[in-house]
């Protein structure tokens, strides 16, 4: 047994080279088998309007109003984060009026980042069929003096 220690001490840099090509093999390998047994998650994202996406709430039957900020925008609906951090989802139709200002407005003037008072009626889909839709003017910034 002496023999094999006295042999690996006289060829001491050959061995720690072995040493690391063994670690960054048995590192590369367990990597691949890792890679080999894990699943493909599923997306949580929803082909279609931003109601079926997840983050959006059912809105509460009992619940007629929604206020917070535009987060996103669709051709006929918004998602909305209310000031508790929920998202609802907000749909209109022809018969829904948008206001900004006290001036009616078109829906496709509706940005992200606006903030909103929402007035309508619970959806069976889950989201809230708008009515009225004002975007809130928010004051300007008081300038440093």
């Known amino acids: 047994m002496s023999a094999f220690w006295f042999w ?3 060829h001491r840099p050959a061995m720690q080279w072995l040493s690391g090509a063994i670690a960054v093999l048995l ?3 367990g990597i691949a088998l ?3 047994h ?6 949580t994202l929803a082909e279609g309007p931003l109601q079926a996406q997840p983050v959006a709430a059912r809105v509460p039957a009992a619940r007629h109003s929604v206020v917070g900020v535009i987060r996103a925008v669709g051709p006929n609906e918004i998602l909305v984060r209310s000031q508790r ?3 609802f989802a907000i749909k209109w139709g022809p ?3 948008f206001r900004s200002g006290g001036v009616e407005i078109k829906p496709a003037a509706l940005r992200p980042g606006q903030a909103v ?3 309508g009626k619970p959806a069976a889909d889950g989201s809230l069929a ?4 004002t975007v809130v003017l928010r004051p300007p910034a008081a300038s440093p003096r």
């Open 95 to 97: 018969d829904s009026h």
């Open 27 to 29: 590192l590369v390998a």
């Open 8 to 10: 690996v001490g006289r």
């Open 130 to 133: 708008a009515s009225y839709v």
């Open 117 to 119: 008072v929402v007035i």
């Open 85 to 87: 951090g929920v998202f």
């Open 34 to 36: 890792g890679i080999s």
């Open 38 to 43: 894990a699943t493909t998650p599923q997306s």
